[in-house]
């Protein structure tokens, strides 16, 4: 299955192919789970959206774990967060036309603990493993609006005070 960018989205040049979504993975779909210190953040609900960084296209997605608030939803329709308190943020910079793991040049990944605050994954070499990329996929949806499914599994090899993470989702791209 080929990638699919709507026009308008940070980057109108044809999209490279990436992995088919999972069939068994319906739209909408948010399964996200962080573990940090005995401490464990889930996350049932998303917004995805295009944004540009520097001129590269930049894919975030905040996740929640409640129904995000319509000012947020709102506010991914315009390509930007949210004041809205988030569980999980990736946020995912593109180089060129690609939409595929090959193609990503920066992944983001940031957690909210409830007793320790922020753990950031930042990973501008070799982003596809450091944030544990599993699949990366635009599947084809229909107009107006695409979507991205992603799966990511990982830890931070920390030993002492391991990070662990486990993600699924299936979004709607808000603009």
């Not at 990982?154 to 486990?166: K, S, T, V």
Request: proline residues 8%.
């Amino acid at each position: 299955m080929t990638s699919e960018l709507r026009e308008g989205t940070p980057a109108e040049a044809a999209a490279s192919p990436g992995a088919p979504a999972a069939p068994d993975t319906p739209l909408g779909t948010v399964r996200a789970t962080a573990t940090y210190k005995g401490q464990t953040v889930r996350a049932t609900h998303g917004l995805a959206w295009w944004d540009t960084e520097e001129g590269r296209p930049v894919l975030d997605i905040t996740l929640f774990d409640h129904a995000p608030a319509a000012e947020s939803v709102a506010a991914a329709a315009a390509g930007r967060s949210g004041d809205e308190q988030s569980a999980m943020v990736l946020s995912l910079v593109f180089r060129g036309t690609g939409r595929d793991l090959d193609s990503l040049e920066q992944c983001s990944w940031t957690v909210d603990f409830p007793e320790t605050g922020f753990n950031q994954i930042f990973a501008t070499e070799q982003p596809r493993e450091s944030c544990g990329f599993v699949s990366l996929a635009f599947p084809s949806t229909p107009k107006p609006h695409g979507a991205v499914h992603l799966r990511l599994r990982g830890d931070d090899g920390d030993d002492e005070a391991p990070f662990a993470w486990d993600l699924e989702l299936h979004l709607p791209l808000a603009n």
